[in-house]
């Protein structure tokens, strides 16, 4: 039989470019190929045998690439189980695709690099509770963010964002949001629905107002503004209010 014809199709360009690999090319002159299933590879290339699908070796081996190509101190058990991952200063243009299956993560830093969007993928990782995206190239974010239900510190600081999506006013465990220094010419009256918001910062934009249903944010604690803003009445009254300018 035609080792094409036994393995899908969609594995083929895979596998041939793993035939450069030592531990395939030993497969391959071991074995009958119809013999080969995705157990002994994983064996041979991971040194590990155990029932595998042919998606969990993929993944498997996406993951290895991404250990190698930004050098993690991380073996791939250990980057799956992460509840923490620091991206920071990796001068990325995109989120490697891998970030988005690690479902274990509770924080994710990916600041000071070059990302220009983050996309629908970001929506994967719901038990998500802190995510630093400041001083990168943002104009867009996914409404997939409003997945992140878990999310309670969330800074897109220094970005080129001319609005957010509007599901980040469904973020109701926010305690700290930051959206200073960007291109916003307006906050909606959703924000008032940040009930748990303790820190609010709109620094840097292009706003000359912001709503007064901001003033029904009673556990605001911080509210940090341009000089130039005029502030309602509603939110000077806020009991435990400091605005800083």
Do not use: C
Not at 189 to 216: D, F, H, K, S, Y
């Amino acid at each position: 039989m035609n080792y094409f014809e036994i393995v899908p199709s969609d594995l083929n360009n895979i596998i041939v470019s793993y035939l450069l690999y030592d531990e395939l090319k030993i497969i391959l002159n071991t074995f009958d190929l119809v013999y080969i299933n995705w157990n002994t590879i994983n064996e041979y290339h991971f040194g590990e045998y155990k029932s595998i699908s042919i998606n969990e070796y993929l993944n498997r081996l996406s993951f290895e690439g991404l250990i190698n190509k930004l050098k993690l101190p991380y073996t791939i058990d250990q980057l799956l189980n992460l509840k923490e991952l620091y991206l920071n200063n990796y001068q990325l243009t995109q989120v490697p695709p891998e970030i988005w299956m690690l479902t274990n993560l509770r924080e994710l830093y990916l600041y000071n690099n070059h990302l220009i969007q983050i996309p629908p993928e970001i929506g994967n990782l719901n038990n998500l509770q802190v995510l630093h995206l400041y001083n990168n190239k943002l104009t867009q974010i996914s409404p997939k963010i409003g997945n992140l239900t878990n999310l309670q510190y969330l800074y897109l600081g220094d970005n080129h964002l001319i609005q957010v999506p509007p599901e980040i006013w469904n973020l109701t465990n926010l305690q700290e949001l930051s959206l200073s220094h960007n291109r916003l010419t307006q906050i909606p009256p959703e924000v008032g629905m940040l009930n748990n918001l303790r820190e609010l910062n709109l620094r840097g934009n292009q706003l000359t107002q912001v709503p007064p249903e901001i003033g029904a944010l009673n556990n605001l604690q911080y509210l940090y503004l341009d000089n130039n803003i005029q502030i309602p009445e509603s939110i000077k009254k806020l009991p435990h209010l400091q605005i800083i300018k």
